[in-house]
């Protein structure tokens, strides 16, 4: 009777040791659960390089864009489709820049896009003066007006333009999508995406708001360092003309005259006719353009013809719409908007 006794209680204690082993299991499923990383899909690099920072190891983020690709000339693929229909958080643009996706957030989004540029103060696509008037100068006036603040008293619409017969239609907006050129919008996206990433994951908030606010820290420091590396530039050479209109709010921001752009409107895809490249080989002879920026992602084929006509340089090495690979010089945006600032001041200076 001894030995089964001990017998029975050896099983009970296995038995009990199992039991206590399967509910310490099952109790850890909720705790895994919470700490399991939120799906980030942001639609541009630069955008993701702000969820990466703000989120750091509580996010997993991807990109729709690639690193070095031209945003205005990608098409959505089914792998896009998969990623937003799974992603916790949808981050967007906004300002008509992801006219590119057509209908893919409204079909296939679980969640409500985030629109990382909603209260930024939104310029419009400028009507520069080689456009209307080649004899007179341009004026950094051009883009002095804002629309108004998105989200709250503009909201910017992607619309078809009918042009001249024969001409096929092209979509753009009139609002000037292109806000991360200056690093005070950007510290608006660290804001927005840190109240974002709260509103998913409520346990983490506050590390997400102390992680926005070290990053703005950071672009606050960006945008000290990109005056001191452009303070070289003399006034009077402190003229833009850009392959296709991105740099408004950088030109505002830091003092330069964006005088013309060699395509119309904010898309690469565009087409000028011949008399608007006559127009701007005139504009940039009589301004005396030191030279033409163009962006590393993009055709500069029409930016060489004008280049050409007025003896000066093309700078082929600008960044516009996107972040450069790992092992690129721009593959994060501090490190893209230090790098542009850099070309430029060395073309102009």
Partial sequence: MNRKNAALSLFAFYAALSI????????????????????????????????????GDLVEVVSL???????????????DTALVAQ???????????????????????SVEPVIVSNRIEILPFGEHPHEEATEEAASADDHAEYLGVLGQDVECEVHEEAHEEGEEEHEHGSCDPHVWTDPKNVMIWAENIGEAFAAADPAHGETYR?????????LTALD???SDILSIIPDERRILVTNHEFFSYFA????FELIGRVIPGGSTL?????QQLADLVTLVRAEGVPAIFAEVSAND?????IANETSINVVTAIYSDSLSAADGPASTYIDYLRYNAQVIAEALS
Avoid at 301 to 305: D, G, S, Y
């Fill in 224 to 226: 000290t360092e990109v």
């Fill in 87 to 109: 992603a916790d958080v949808v981050l967007v643009n906004g300002a008509g820049l992801e006219s590119f996706l057509g209908g893919l957030m409204e079909n296939a989004a």
């Fill in 65 to 79: 864009i690639p690193p070095d690709s031209d945003v205005h000339a990608y098409d959505p693929t089914p792998i």
């Fill in 252 to 255: 505002k921001a830091y003092d």
């Fill in 301 to 305: 084929r029409l930016a060489e013809v």
């Fill in 210 to 218: 102390a992680n926005a606010a070290a990053y703005i820290e950071h």
């Fill in 270 to 274: 565009a087409e000028p006719d011949p």
């Fill in 20 to 55: 206590f082993i399967l509910l310490s299991f099952l109790l850890t499923i909720p705790v895994e659960a919470q700490n399991q990383t939120l799906k980030i899909v942001a639609t541009t690099t630069m955008i993701a390089d702000a969820a990466r920072n703000i989120g």
